[in-house]
């Protein structure tokens, strides 16, 4: 989801919509491919998968511009972490639990995960790139010989 109008800091974006269950309903559910459980405590979890549930189109991210907040211990909305421009994409935390679950370190879209793996591979390349110098370098030194 992409902002249409500037936000400031703490100002609300959009709350997380859908019917409230149950958590062991909401582990059945998530066991069958629902992917917008949203947990709100130890009992209830809001089921989020409705397309008018507006916040189930803001993407996770590692450094996320949005927060969850608990209202009144039955409401979730997203409030803005930071100031957010217009057309910036809004992007929240989905949690540890989700992420290692649904998302993991090495497919998350998110900016800092992007350019954390550019810089993995850089750095695979360079060090192929060096073994391939000492393959040669050691081909040379037996060639003399
Ligand atoms: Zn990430």
């Not at 998968?49 to 009144?72: D, Q």
């Not at 360079?126 to 030194?141: I, S, Y």
Request: aromatic residues 10%; positive net charge; proline residues 4%.
């Amino acid at each position: 989801m992409y902002a249409v109008r500037p936000f400031k800091k703490g100002q609300y974006i959009v709350t997380y919509r859908g019917r409230r269950i149950p958590n062991d309903e909401a582990d059945r559910l998530e066991a069958r491919g629902s992917r917008y459980m949203f947990e709100i405590n130890s009992r209830w979890t809001i089921d989020g998968s409705p397309r008018w549930n507006r916040a189930r189109y803001v993407n996770h991210s590692c450094r996320p511009n949005a927060e969850a907040i608990e209202r009144k211990g039955r409401k979730i909305v997203y409030v803005a972490r930071r100031r957010i421009k217009p057309d910036e994409e809004i992007t929240v935390d989905y949690g540890k639990n989700y992420f290692e679950a649904f998302i993991t370190k090495s497919r998350c879209r998110c900016p800092k995960c992007r350019e954390r793996r550019a810089l993995q591979q850089k750095k695979r390349r360079a060090r192929h790139k060096r073994l391939a110098r000492k393959r040669l370098a050691g081909k040379k030194g037996r060639s003399r010989t």
